[in-house]
């Protein structure tokens, strides 16, 4: 429980969120770190996703943080929160179609892709920007985009990553300054998870995804 709070405090002393990454972790586990305060948790796989939501307190915001297949969204779309993982304009559609018919808005990141390698989704980023140019986002009404995310590399050293999430913070400022000037509600930049959450934070991180490093000690 050290490790919570004191992660906790170090993302608010940067003004930045935490969302912690259940994945794989027993609903007892989940409940001591709601029971601590902590409201926003994510999932890597849909299924697991709604599975937990049924399980746990309607008080939790659910985030979606891991590849999501077309076929898949319909299960997410009646109560997710955000969806950090867009990784195409088709998929974004796809999402704004079901939410429309639950008659609600939710919340996106535009997932970016940091490395080359291979196992990692994401939009190229000329291509996330030719999309943004030439798709009908703006069509696209029951999704709020309200910023990006990316996944530093797994085996890189701190200087890579620092690259890497420096480079997230310049993708960032550009797809604000070109289409997103007016939208105050884009402001995201998902990026940290335990190994490299420090450097995210003082990258301009303002989400960090933390798993292990806080279900380690409970
Ligand atoms: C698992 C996961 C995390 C959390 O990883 P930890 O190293 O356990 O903190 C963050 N982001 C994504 C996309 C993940 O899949």
Request: with cysteine; proline share 2%.
């Given at each position: 429980?050290?490790?919570?709070?004191?992660?906790?405090?170090?993302?608010?002393?940067?003004?930045?969120?935490?969302?912690?990454v259940s994945k794989m972790q027993t609903?007892?586990?989940?409940?001591?770190?709601?029971?601590?305060?902590?409201?926003?948790?994510?999932?890597?796989?849909?299924?697991?996703?709604?599975?937990?939501?049924?399980?746990?307190?309607?008080?939790?915001?659910?985030?979606?943080?891991?590849?999501?297949?077309?076929?898949?969204?319909?299960?997410?779309?009646?109560?997710?929160?955000?969806?950090?993982?867009?990784?195409?304009?088709?998929?974004?559609?796809?999402?704004?179609?079901?939410?429309?018919?639950?008659?609600?808005?939710?919340?996106?990141?535009?997932?970016?892709?940091?490395?080359?390698?291979?196992?990692?989704?994401?939009?190229?980023?000329?291509?996330?920007?030719?999309?943004?140019?030439?798709?009908?986002?703006?069509?696209?009404?029951?999704?709020?985009?309200?910023?990006?995310?990316?996944?530093?590399?797994?085996?890189?050293?701190?200087?890579?990553?620092?690259?890497?999430?420096?480079?997230?913070?310049?993708?960032?400022?550009?797809?604000?300054?070109?289409?997103?000037?007016?939208?105050?509600?884009?402001k995201e930049i998902s990026m940290g998870?335990?190994?490299?959450?420090?450097?995210?934070?003082?990258?301009?991180?303002?989400?960090?995804?933390?798993?292990?490093?806080?279900?380690?000690?409970?």
């Amino acid at each position: 429980m050290k490790n919570f709070e004191k992660i906790s405090k170090i993302a608010a002393s940067f003004n930045a969120k935490m969302v912690v990454v259940s994945k794989m972790q027993t609903n007892d586990k989940i409940e001591l770190i709601f029971s601590k305060g902590q409201r926003i948790f994510a999932e890597n796989k849909p299924q697991e996703l709604v599975k937990k939501y049924n399980q746990l307190s309607n008080k939790i915001e659910w985030h979606l943080i891991g590849h999501l297949q077309k076929n898949k969204v319909k299960f997410l779309t009646p109560f997710v929160h955000m969806i950090q993982s867009v990784d195409s304009f088709e998929l974004a559609s796809v999402i704004h179609k079901h939410v429309s018919q639950n008659n609600r808005k939710i919340d996106i990141l535009l997932q970016i892709k940091l490395s080359d390698e291979e196992t990692k989704h994401g939009f190229i980023p000329h291509i996330l920007m030719d999309s943004l140019q030439s798709d009908p986002w703006q069509e696209l009404t029951s999704l709020r985009i309200c910023g990006v995310m990316g996944i530093g590399s797994l085996n890189s050293d701190i200087n890579a990553k620092r690259r890497e999430f420096k480079n997230l913070f310049n993708y960032f400022n550009d797809i604000k300054l070109n289409y997103f000037k007016e939208a105050d509600f884009f402001k995201e930049i998902s990026m940290g998870m335990s190994d490299d959450y420090t450097i995210a934070l003082e990258e301009g991180s303002t989400m960090i995804r933390i798993g292990s490093a806080v279900f380690s000690d409970l």
